[in-house]
């Protein structure tokens, strides 16, 4: 059964460095998304990206956060001079073409950031 | 701003009971989703119920959705010790249906 992939499944990095988390979403999907879980609590919405350009963003998603989709298959999240309260967990999905509503949801394994 | 709400925060069962777990949102919705998050894992998911939709089924899992109180409620069967997880509901809006809002969770403990 065709899977959401997410590379790497840690990332270590220090504070203030630039990260960049990538997802390869099942391939015949056309939305892309990306959340973050902080341990403990829920998964909040970053971002969703739609025929190359960001159809929502949340207002975690700032300046700091930019999304890619640099090639047919890989989908990235770039988190720029990262800070000790963006070590998170982070989820990569996609879903299919919809008529209304994003539809059934698919989600990587995540990628677990942890900034020091 | 629009969320789910899931209630009750944790349960505990024994093997064999039903579990019963309940969300709430706010704002009118396209669809609603419930996901299951084994602990440290990623999202698998269970069911999506559309707003015209009042019940649906999967194996053991049923569904509900009251659209007059923006409510849901995610019923598992017969319960397994494999069944220990946490649960989301998930909702997009009517107004912005890309965007997936979860609610807390609800973390199932099935005791055998």
């Known amino acids: 059964e065709p899977e959401v992939t997410q590379t790497p499944s840690h990332q270590v990095t220090q504070m203030g460095q630039e990260v960049i988390l990538r997802c390869v979403p099942i391939s015949n999907h056309l939305y892309f998304y990306w959340y973050r879980q902080i341990l403990g609590q829920k998964v909040e919405f970053l971002v969703s990206?739609?025929?190359?350009?960001?159809?929502?963003k949340s207002e975690i998603f700032d300046d700091q956060f930019s999304v890619e989709r640099p090639d047919g298959s890989n989908f990235t999240l770039k988190i720029r001079s990262t800070k000790l309260e963006d070590s998170a967990m982070y989820f990569c999905?996609?879903?299919?073409?919809?008529?209304?509503?994003?539809?059934?949801?698919?989600f990587g394994p995540g990628t677990r950031l942890t900034v020091l | 701003s629009q969320q789910g709400e899931e209630d009750p925060q944790a349960l505990s069962i024994q093997e064999g009971e039903n579990a019963t777990m309940n969300c709430s949102y706010k704002t009118s919705i396209n669809n609603l989703q419930w996901y299951r998050q084994n602990s440290g894992r990623g999202l698998v998911h269970l069911i999506l119920?559309?707003?015209?939709?009042r019940e649906k089924h999967s194996g053991r899992l049923r569904v509900t959705l009251d659209t007059s109180k923006k409510s849901s409620s995610l019923l598992i069967t017969a319960s397994r010790a494999a069944d220990t997880a946490s649960y989301f509901c998930?909702?997009?809006?009517?107004?912005?249906?890309?965007?997936?809002?979860f609610g807390p969770g609800t973390s199932l403990s099935v005791i055998p």
């Open positions: 990206f739609y025929n190359n350009e960001i159809s929502e």
């Open positions: 999905a996609s879903s299919e073409a919809h008529g209304g509503g994003p539809g059934t949801q698919y």
């Open positions: 119920i559309r707003s015209n939709e």
């Open positions: 998930a909702t997009d809006m009517k107004t912005s249906y890309d965007k997936v809002i």
